[in-house]
């Protein structure tokens, strides 16, 4: 599903070059439930950023769903991003001005897919936003913030989920929910990639690489119970 090859990722700043990935090759096959943990700056924001058409690495090939993200045209690069990947950040990324239901709407914007209103508010209905749909995130606590991007993240049914530290400012309640929302995506045959730190995480993935320095230090695998 994701085949990284040697993928480099390099940061030129006025203070010099970042070498954020360094030469990681990595294969995550579909249906895995893999968590990334990792000190502060090892990487994990731009593998994911990579690994999700956000950002081009430097050298190496990274292939998903058998495409090969980077030769695409930008243009056929959001078109598939769009219709495959979601995403969810730590700061919830929402439009400030737009209501809880239109942000759930926005990748409507971006493909014209399945899914559509009636998809959006099923999905903040499932997450319990019922009598949220038309509050903007200011007017929403940090936990509902997190389950209007997880409705974002999801509208356009994809098979992949990207979660970069999903509960990094949630409570251990709202932690606990959004573990659950990950793994329900994961049991109806999705494949997640969570950097977390959340304990709950361990229950899920098969999976746990740990990075340092741009590169994969360690990777633990446990077998299906
Ligand atoms: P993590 O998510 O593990 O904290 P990141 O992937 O965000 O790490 O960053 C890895 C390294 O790359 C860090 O040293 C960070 O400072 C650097 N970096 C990340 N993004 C940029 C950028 N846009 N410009 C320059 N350096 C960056
Ligand atoms: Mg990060």
């Known amino acids: 599903m994701i085949r990284l090859e040697n993928a480099s990722k390099v940061y030129k700043t006025h203070r010099g070059e970042v070498r954020a990935l360094d030469g990681v090759s990595l294969e995550i096959e579909e249906g895995e439930f893999t968590v990334i943990r990792g000190p502060s700056g090892s ?99 940090a936990g509902e913030r997190q389950r209007v991007a997880m409705a974002r993240a999801l509208l356009n049914k994809p098979r992949l989920l990207l979660a970069d530290e999903p509960t990094g400012n949630l409570d251990p309640e709202n932690t606990r929910q959004i573990m659950d929302y990950l793994a329900e995506f994961h049991r109806g045959g999705g494949t997640v990639v969570v950097v977390t730190h959340a304990n709950q995480a361990e229950e899920y993935a098969r999976r746990v690489l740990v990075l340092r320095d741009g590169r994969i230090e360690s990777e633990t695998r446990r077998p299906a119970q």
């Open 43 to 141: 990487g994990k924001s731009t593998i994911l950023m990579c690994a999700g058409g956000m950002a081009r690495p430097t050298s190496g090939k990274i292939t998903v769903c058998g495409k090969d993200l980077y030769t695409m045209s930008p243009g056929d690069r959001a078109h598939f991003r769009a219709q495959n990947v979601g995403f969810v950040f730590q700061m919830f990324h929402l439009v400030p001005y737009l209501t809880a239901l239109e942000n759930a709407m926005l990748p409507l914007l971006a493909a014209n897919t399945n899914g559509g209103r009636g998809e959006a508010e099923r999905l903040l209905d499932h997450f319990g936003m019922s009598g949220r749909k038309s509050h903007k995130p200011a007017e929403l606590s």
